[in-house]
């Protein structure tokens, strides 16, 4: 009988120091804007296989302020007024950072201004987005003559 106690007790244990790990992990929607602007361009960019390293301010609900950074890559231009992209995301807030992968589309108008569409991943995180997850659409525009963009973000966030 002993013997019966100390597993069911041991059983009991377990389930208590595992219940708050699963527990932890909530799905928190989010919206975002941000403006963005390039601190370096390499290959030709915004040729096809140009990249570029875009940085700037993040304004998050319900996380708030952060940094963001990105390197884009030109993957193709599938019309004459239309590219694809994809690249990689850090998100830096004061309590973490949540990295991405992101493929998007980026039009650019008769006028020169450009709209861009991206659908991205969140592939981890850290501090207080640890084991982050989740996805998002970002749609922003450039206005012509300019390489500031301007954009704003809907999205989930597991963690």
Same mark, same amino acid.
């Given at each position: 009988?002993?013997?019966? =106690? @100390?597993?069911?007790? $041991?059983?009991?244990?377990?389930?208590?120091?595992?219940?708050? /790990?699963?527990?932890?992990?909530? +799905?928190?929607?989010?919206? /975002?804007?941000?403006?963005?602007?390039?601190?370096?361009?390499? !290959?030709?960019?915004?040729?096809?296989?140009? *990249?570029?390293?875009?940085? #700037?301010?993040?304004?998050?609900?319900?996380?708030?302020?952060?940094?963001?950074?990105?390197?884009? $890559?030109?993957?193709?231009?599938?019309?004459?007024? @239309?590219?694809?992209?994809?690249? +990689?995301?850090?998100?830096? *807030?004061?309590?973490?950072?949540?990295? /991405?992968?992101?493929?998007?589309?980026? $039009?650019?108008?008769?006028?020169?201004?450009?709209?861009?569409?991206? !659908?991205? =991943? %969140? @592939? =981890?995180?850290?501090? =207080?987005?640890?084991?982050?997850?989740?996805?998002? @659409?970002?749609?922003?525009?450039?206005?012509? #003559? +300019? !390489?500031? %963009? $301007?954009?704003? +973000?809907?999205?989930?966030?597991?963690?």
């Amino acid at each position: 009988m002993r013997h019966i =106690r @100390t597993i069911l007790f $041991t059983a009991l244990l377990a389930l208590l120091v595992a219940a708050p /790990s699963a527990a932890a992990q909530k +799905s928190h929607s989010y919206t /975002s804007t941000s403006m963005l602007a390039p601190v370096s361009t390499a !290959n030709g960019y915004p040729n096809p296989g140009g *990249f570029a390293v875009v940085t #700037g301010t993040l304004m998050t609900k319900p996380f708030g302020p952060g940094v963001l950074t990105d390197t884009v $890559t030109i993957m193709g231009q599938p019309s004459p007024n @239309t590219l694809t992209l994809g690249g +990689s995301e850090v998100a830096r *807030f004061n309590d973490g950072t949540v990295r /991405s992968t992101y493929t998007g589309t980026v $039009t650019i108008h008769e006028d020169g201004s450009q709209t861009i569409v991206a !659908n991205g =991943r %969140i @592939t =981890r995180g850290s501090g =207080r987005y640890s084991g982050a997850s989740g996805s998002y @659409t970002f749609t922003g525009t450039t206005a012509p #003559g +300019s !390489n500031v %963009i $301007t954009g704003s +973000s809907t999205g989930s966030i597991v963690f």
